[in-house]
């Protein structure tokens, strides 16, 4: 399934799209749409599934990032050569998707509709707390965007009350920032970590006004998206991933 940003969707010259795990062809705990070539899937089995969603989509190819939860971006001006080490991707270039992978990490996508500029961003607690979100702005902005030109969709990810972590992870984000207490909440002496509204926040922060959620948490199952967290919960050593996906028609 496709979920689709309402802001984003009024633009015909974009294609964009958040897809769980539905509709794809890989088995047992990938099933279907497994889009992790990083993971231990069927190799043939994930390159049919992104086969799919180029199609989908309908794109002359899929520009994916060997991910490593970094501040880095890549401005693309042509197809590289070989796969990108790093989070984040801007482009302006037709018929050439750019996404992103996450098991309950934040996709966030951007759209320039002035510029007609692309961007997509893997944001997990790490690259959130280096202003993985900030500095996409930064890029778009020194490109010539204007900020209030710029729209930005945070997609389906792990929601607070899902997102149990421990007393050390607080004391980081606290030391970055006090004002980062708000983003945690204390129930029955367990701490949960609030991802969306600490990236929603530096949205906020950078100046931008056109900002949308995707409210689906990524660790209820009722919602069929891949979850790291949950595979671990239940011992499983390996996950899905799930794609989000932005292209210039």
């Known amino acids: 399934m496709m979920f689709v940003s309402k802001k984003l969707s009024k633009f015909k010259?974009?294609?964009?799209?958040?897809?769980?795990?539905?509709?794809?062809?890989?088995?047992?705990?990938?099933?279907?749409?497994?889009?992790?070539?990083?993971?231990?899937?069927?190799k043939k089995n994930v390159i049919k599934n992104l086969k799919f969603?180029?199609?989908?989509?309908?794109?002359?190819?899929?520009?994916?990032?060997?991910?490593?939860?970094?501040?880095k971006i890549f401005f693309l001006k042509k197809i590289p050569n070989s796969k990108l080490v790093g989070d984040g991707?801007?482009?302006?270039?037709?018929?050439?998707?750019?996404?992103?992978?996450?098991?309950?990490c934040a996709?966030?996508?951007?759209?320039?509709?002035?510029?007609?500029?692309?961007g997509i961003a893997h944001a997990g607690w790490k690259?959130?707390?280096?202003?993985?979100?900030?500095?996409?702005i930064?890029?778009?902005?020194?490109?010539?965007?204007?900020?209030?030109?710029?729209?930005?969709?945070?997609?389906?990810?792990?929601?607070?009350?899902?997102?149990?972590?421990?007393?050390?992870?607080?004391?980081?984000?606290?030391n970055q920032s006090t004002l980062n207490k708000n983003y945690f909440k204390k129930i029955n002496s367990k701490i949960y970590f609030d991802l969306k509204g600490f990236i929603y926040q530096q949205l906020i922060n950078s100046g931008l006004k056109?900002?949308?959620?995707?409210k689906k948490d990524t660790f209820n199952?009722?919602?069929n998206f891949f979850s790291a967290r949950r595979s671990l919960k239940k011992k499983i050593d390996d996950y899905g991933r799930n794609i989000s996906i932005i292209m210039i028609k």
């Open 107 to 118: 996709p966030v996508i951007f759209y320039d509709h002035k510029k007609n500029l692309i």
């Open 127 to 136: 690259g959130a707390y280096k202003k993985i979100i900030k500095k996409m």
């Open 53 to 71: 969603i180029s199609k989908k989509i309908g794109s002359k190819k899929i520009i994916l990032l060997n991910q490593i939860h970094s501040d």
């Open 13 to 42: 010259v974009i294609t964009h799209g958040f897809f769980n795990r539905s509709g794809g062809y890989s088995t047992g705990i990938y099933k279907s749409l497994n889009c992790g070539l990083g993971s231990q899937d069927k």
């Open 138 to 174: 930064i890029n778009f902005v020194s490109k010539g965007s204007r900020l209030n030109d710029i729209y930005a969709v945070i997609g389906p990810c792990i929601s607070q009350k899902s997102y149990e972590i421990q007393e050390d992870f607080k004391r980081k984000f606290l």
């Open 210 to 214: 056109n900002i949308e959620t995707i």
């Open 221 to 223: 199952p009722k919602n």
């Open 89 to 104: 991707l801007i482009t302006n270039l037709k018929k050439i998707a750019i996404a992103v992978l996450t098991a309950d």
